[in-house]
Every structure is written in C-alpha cells, then in structure tokens.
C-alpha cells in the first residue's frame, strides 16, 4: 500500500508535521481544532481525508479532522470503513475519507446528507476535493496524465507530482492561491509493505528539496507503539 498526497488548506492556518499523538497515532496536527487529515497507527493502517467541494460549510458541524482520528481506532481498513459508516453525515460537512492496510482499500465520502462506501481495486487511485461526481476533475487528470508511465512505487518521481504547477491556479497537483490565502501547504509520500515502511514528508509547500525522509519515526512508533499496545495490561 502506497499513498502520495498533499495537503490544501488556509495558508494562515496553523498546523504541526508528524508526530506521535496520544501514543496512538503517528499524524500531523491542526492545531485550531486538533484533528488531522492523515495518519497511520501501529497496524499499519492509513487513513487520509479531504473536503467535498460543491457544499457550503456549516460551522456548527463537527471538525472534519476527527474523521481519520476514528478510524485510526480501528486495526484494519474493513473495521475502520465500518466505523466511519456508522457515523451520521449530518454531523460533519462532506468529505472523502481513505482507509488503507496491506491487503484493502476503502473510500467513504459524504455530501452532507448521506454516507457512501465503496471498495478500491488494484492499480492507481486518484482522489480529489471534487471526486465521485458525474464530470471527471481537471486535476484528477493533471495528475493521471503524470503518473501514467509510473509502473511502480517511486518517491523521486511522486516528488515530483506533489510539486507540479500546472496548469495553475486550483487544478493543478499543487495549488499555489496566495492572494485567497490558499495553497497547497504540506505533502506526505508513503509506502506501507512487508519489507518495511517508507515515508517522506513535506512540513511545508512541496519541492523536490523540501521532503524529510520520516521512514525510521514512523517505524520506530509502529514498533514501540505496537509492543505497548499488546502488553499486558
């Protein structure tokens, strides 16, 4: 399993990189309401989030960023769909939500109103803010277009996507808005199989210079975390 993705958010929006929270979670951080929008726990599950475009935002509803903060609860990705499924749609603004091990990959989206579940297949997934709906988004395919030769898991070249500018503005892989105080402000590449981990992480705008290798904190949480959580209590 294998996750490439960057983070769109408010450039004013104050927010930490990955670290272990609660020695359960190995995450970035929001840091105005906690939560986060991407993260694996020590069974090696992922779970990433983004907004739904197309409704307007109710501020009274609950904080996207406990979304992946439930479903890091679960110990594999069939589990965490399931607890994401039983939640009410009404109570937080809509989203797509990825939860990911070895073997399975599941998406639950929401539009505010009703909750949608479906099963990912082999091969190269490519989910946006504006995915699951009846015209293909422009950076969806910005992004298959770049990744159509790529026959396997290579950070240098996924690097070099998460960076792309073009075509500009808000369909391209990175968004660079300043003037909406609005961009792509952080990326994550990683790998997730039997003969170890891999994760890079950018804490701020993507460039090929900008990724920390974070491989060995991540696998030292997985293992820490992972002897703590099976030892008697």
């Not at 983004?50 to 935002?57: C, E, H, I, P, Q």
């Not at 992004?143 to 960076?163: A, E, Q, W, Y």
Request: with cysteine; hydrophobic share 40%.
């Amino acid at each position: 399993m294998a996750v490439a993705a960057n983070r769109d958010e408010l450039l004013s929006r104050p927010a930490e990189g990955f670290s272990v929270q609660d020695n359960a979670i190995f995450a970035p951080k929001d840091l105005v309401h906690g939560g986060t929008w991407i993260g694996f726990n020590p069974h090696g599950l992922l779970a990433a989030l983004t907004n739904r475009f197309g409704a307007g935002r109710d501020p009274a509803r609950r904080s996207r960023g406990e979304i992946p903060k439930i479903a890091l609860g679960a110990s594999d990705a069939n589990d965490a769909a399931q607890r994401l499924l039983g939640l009410s749609a009404a109570d937080f603004n809509p989203f797509h939500a990825l939860v990911a091990d070895q073997r399975t990959a599941r998406v639950v989206w929401s539009d505010g109103e009703t909750l949608h579940g479906l099963i990912l297949g082999p091969g190269v997934h490519v989910i946006t803010e504006r995915s699951f709906q009846s015209v293909p988004p422009a950076r969806a395919t910005r992004i298959g277009r770049l990744l159509k030769h790529t026959n396997r898991f290579d950070p240098n070249v996924l690097m070099h996507v998460l960076s792309d500018r073009h075509p500009g503005g808000i369909d391209a892989p990175m968004v660079d808005l300043e003037e909406f105080d609005y961009g792509t402000r952080s990326s994550v590449i990683a790998g997730l199989g039997p003969d170890g981990v891999i994760c890079w992480e950018s804490p701020d705008r993507p460039s090929f210079g900008s990724f920390v290798d974070r491989s060995s904190d991540l696998e030292a949480f997985r293992i820490i975390s992972g002897n703590e959580a099976s030892s008697p209590s």
